[in-house]
């Protein structure tokens, strides 16, 4: 394998690991909350056609960037008003924001198929972004940096700021939380519209940056195995960030053994091996049940105050 | 003044019933007014989508047809959402319940007959338990999140299925379509009408709520599951199981998914290609909610989604609409039955309060 070979690889790897680093964050900081969002593929979606969409009529990708994170969280608001306000059972509130954003971003895109949108320049200067063997640090898009500052900013927020540690406190144990008088409410707010924004720009990704073109249902479960990484990474950033990469390398692997012909299997098999790993993943983690200490303690519970 | 809500002393049973019709009722005028700021003509498309199957007597056989999996799907959900077990994988069994039916079909080569058709049938339920019962048992022995662990069983599925259709199954005489043989004609169900698609999968999908009904009204097993799901600990202390109850429940979820893929491939569409799956798994999700997690609701609601399927597909000849259309409905439906359901323990009252409501942050 020669080094040029290598470094397409790596750079797959980096490519595919960013959406579900993305959207895994957003996810993990909403679940710190107490909350269970399994909408993330469909914000994923939303987040896809509205960078893709602003991205087109603006020509600049950076304000897509924004469209993409104002779609996510936007739709993850219609998910929040009926969880929070309603009290409506989070695993099938999740489910409809999917079934609504694939539906909604099919609808929406119909008249953006076949168009393309102007890429990212890089942020660095070409001799690094296009060097043969340094574009694998510099060549990549400016999502891919923003993911990669997330995970530090993400765990600092949550574990050295003061409404990091109320949003785990509302995570923790809402009622203690409301009695001293933090908004338990507002606070998962807030945390389920971060999820929805990183969930959009992880979906942008793949409109804007992978293919850069709009297909209709283009993020293929990507969204569900973030949910599943946050699980694998027992809540943690760290952690989530290496498994990330594991996913990623595992996707990679699908791709390149689907390339290199390898007969032995039918290309299925490498297909449905990254879904077949991440169940695998599950087991381990869950079966050694270390994860549960740092699981939140009221995820998926409705919060009904007495008063 | 401003809206307060009031713990009811008893759940609404008027609510149970009017939510689910106010709920498809608000989906229609919300639907049309969407369409119409997307410059659709929104009275159109939801006159097609919601009342055309229903009024023209040509489309009640698609609506028979396209209703069964969907009745037959949520019948099986229904039972395990009752005892708060997620199984979002449906899709993915349906799909092995068919792989099985045909892999039986195959085996026959051109013998048929009712009994084959009967093992095709149960190869299918078989199959489709067997694929849920991969979450149930993980669940059970590891505490695996049954919900991340059957949906990933369905992309599985999906490829299970694609390799079976454009390899060892593939139809010789096909043009190297990837699909297979259309079954033998006595390998398929009879037709219950003459003249029309509907086959005896439907009449099984209008005597299975019944079935359950009785199940789940008359029996302990049903009793276990509404204790299960609505207090872990009080059915520890009553004796129940509750991993049981979770790997049974699982498991007929499961079963009856594999069911729905079995008739769909021997009554309906006698072969299996790559568009094989069409989504029934994730919508019978919306037929088990919209029908309240009763079995008789399931069968209303399992024909109100197919009506918005058939009508999706009249709408996009007349208004134009997308195919992904109807999906959108069926989520709005989702939402609003979510949403409704605080009035069935709560009631709303207008009260005087000189506060405002605190608006939260974001």
């Not at chain 2, 037929?287 to 079995?295: A, D, E, I, K, T």
Request: with cysteine.
């Amino acid at each position: 394998m020669t080094l040029d070979l290598i470094i397409a690889a790596l750079m797959t790897v980096v490519g595919l690991t960013t959406p579900i680093l993305l959207a895994g964050l957003g996810e993990l900081v909403t679940e710190k909350s107490g909350v269970l969002n399994l909408g993330v593929e469909g914000m994923m979606l939303m987040g896809a056609i509205s960078g893709f969409a602003v991205t087109v009529f603006t020509f600049n990708p950076w304000l897509g960037v924004l469209g993409a994170a104002f779609g996510g969280a936007a739709s993850s608001m219609l998910f929040a008003v009926l969880v929070l306000q309603l009290n409506s059972n989070q695993v099938a509130t999740g489910l409809a924001l999917t079934i609504f954003g694939t539906g909604l971003s099919s609808l929406i895109g119909l008249s953006f198929v076949g168009r393309i949108v102007p890429p990212f320049s890089s942020i660095f200067p070409a001799a690094l972004s296009r060097h043969p063997v340094w574009q694998v640090i510099f060549g990549y898009s400016p999502i891919v940096y923003f993911a990669l500052i997330m995970v530090p900013i993400t765990a600092w927020f949550l574990h050295r700021t003061r409404a990091g540690l109320i949003l785990r406190a509302v995570g923790e144990n809402d009622h203690s939380a409301h009695s001293i008088g933090y908004s338990v409410v507002g606070v998962r707010y807030a945390a389920i519209a971060f999820g929805g924004a990183m969930a959009g720009i992880g979906g942008a990704y793949f409109s804007m940056v992978i293919t850069p073109m709009w297909a209709e249902k283009m993020t293929a479960g990507r969204g569900w195995i973030a949910l599943a990484l946050v699980v694998f990474a027992g809540w943690r950033t760290g952690r989530l960030l290496a498994g990330a990469y594991f996913f990623g390398i595992l996707m990679a692997l699908e791709l390149y053994a689907k390339a290199a012909g390898f007969s032995f299997m039918p290309s299925q098999f490498w297909a449905a091996m990254p879904y077949l790993m991440t169940v695998a993943a599950l087991t381990i983690i869950s079966a050694r049940g270390t994860q549960g200490a740092n699981a939140p303690a009221c995820l998926g519970k409705p919060f009904l105050p007495s008063t | 003044m401003r809206l307060k809500l009031e713990k009811r002393p008893e759940p609404s049973i008027a609510m149970q019933v009017l939510t689910p019709i106010l709920s498809v009722v608000a989906t229609m005028f919300i639907g049309m007014i969407v369409f119409d700021l997307l410059g659709i003509d929104g009275f159109r498309a939801v006159v097609d989508i919601f009342l055309t199957p229903l009024l023209a007597s040509y489309k009640w056989q698609d609506v028979a047809v396209k209703a069964a999996p969907l009745i037959i799907i949520a019948l099986g959900l229904s039972v395990g959402n009752r005892a708060q077990v997620w199984n979002i994988g449906a899709e993915g069994q349906y799909i092995i319940g068919a792989l099985c039916a045909a892999g039986v079909g195959i085996a026959f080569g051109p013998v048929g007959g009712f009994f084959v058709v009967l093992l095709m049938i149960l190869a299918g339920m078989l199959g489709g338990g067997a694929w849920a019962a991969v979450p149930a048992v993980l669940r059970t022995r590891f505490n695996v999140n049954e919900i991340l662990s059957s949906l990933m069983l369905t992309y599985v599925a999906a490829q299970v299925l694609s390799y079976l259709v454009g390899g060892p199954w593939k139809d010789p005489n096909g043009r190297n379509f990837p699909a297979t043989a259309p079954l033998q004609p006595d390998q398929t169900l009879p037709i219950l009408v003459p003249g029309t698609t509907i086959h005896l999968g439907v009449l099984i999908a209008l005597v299975l709520p019944f079935v359950f009904w009785l199940v789940m009204s008359r029996a302990v097993f049903g009793y276990q599951v509404r204790v299960v799901g609505s207090s872990p600990q009080a059915a520890r202390h009553g004796g129940f199981d509750s991993r049981r109850t979770i790997m049974s429940t699982l498991i007929i979820g499961g079963a009856m998914a594999g069911l729905a893929g079995a008739l769909e491939l021997t009554g309906a569409l006698k072969a299996i290609n790559l568009g094989f799956p069409s989504g029934y798994g994730f919508s019978a999700i919306i037929v088990s909610f919209l029908g309240r997690l009763n079995p008789i609701g399931c069968l209303i609601a399992g024909i109100v989604l197919a009506v918005t399927y058939v009508g999706g597909q009249v709408a996009q000849t007349t208004v134009h609409i997308p195919n992904a259309t109807a999906g959108i409905f069926q989520a709005m439906m989702l939402f609003m039955i979510l949403a409704s359901d605080i009035l069935i323990r709560y009631r709303v009252r207008l009260v005087a309060s000189a506060k405002p409501q605190t608006v939260a942050g974001e």
